[in-house]
């Protein structure tokens, strides 16, 4: 009976520590957060980088990050850390955010958080692409292209128009992106009838 015990108690063991990163992840789920592949509901609020927020912002957005940080005691009184919403000012977090430049937008724990309050606060504003940049869009080796949150072959364009868009964003791959060195860039189109969808829901949840 011994020898069966330590197994166990070792399985017990191994299965805690995973509690917190369980938790974690659903609490990152259960702020809006979508990725743009297989994606339902809204897509992911994405704003174009700004020219470059001033260290000031970039150190009250930091330490906001940081001040989020809490420590929660479980029934079994196992103590996880966890990021307490309820603590910040998401308006204002994604303001700042919004300003930050590309490569500002990367560092540390801001590259996980910044489309998170953007997504629970931002509604992006009408932004259909030029009939000039559609007919680009052709060039597989130079874009990747996403519709409706969901990614097509280039070749798929040709049942659009650029006036079937009501948004569009553009942006460079980074050396860590899933596709990179497969295109350059990457650019998500929203239908006029998605758009529509997501005013809705935006409405819905004010």
């Known amino acids: ?30 702020t809006h957060s979508y990725t743009q592949e297989g994606q339902k509901g809204k897509p992911e609020v994405m704003v174009q980088p700004g020219e470059g927020a001033s260290a000031e912002l970039l150190e009250e957005y930091d330490k ?80 990747g292209v996403w519709i409706d949150g969901k990614r097509v072959q280039n070749k798929a364009l040709a049942k659009y128009s650029s006036s079937d868009f009501d948004l569009f964003y553009k942006s460079r791959l980074m050396k860590n992106a899933k596709n990179y060195g497969k295109h350059k860039y990457q650019v ?10 997501m005013v809705k829901n935006y409405v819905a949840d004010q």
Do not use: H
């Open 1 to 30: 009976m011994m020898t069966k015990k330590i197994p166990i108690q070792r399985t017990i063991l191994k299965l805690v520590k995973w509690v917190p990163l369980f938790s974690l992840m659903l609490l990152f789920f259960s």
């Open 64 to 143: 906001t990050i940081e001040g989020m940080k809490t420590i929660k005691t479980l029934s079994n009184g196992k103590k996880i850390l966890f990021n307490d919403l309820g603590k910040v000012n998401r308006k204002r977090m994604a303001e700042i955010y919004s300003i930050m430049s590309e490569d500002q937008r990367m560092v540390g724990e801001r590259k996980s958080t910044g489309k998170m309050f953007l997504s629970m606060t931002t509604l992006p504003k009408r932004n259909p692409p030029t009939s000039e940049f559609f007919k680009e869009l052709v060039d597989a080796n130079k874009f």
């Open 188 to 197: 998500n189109l929203y239908t006029s009838a998605y758009y529509e969808e």
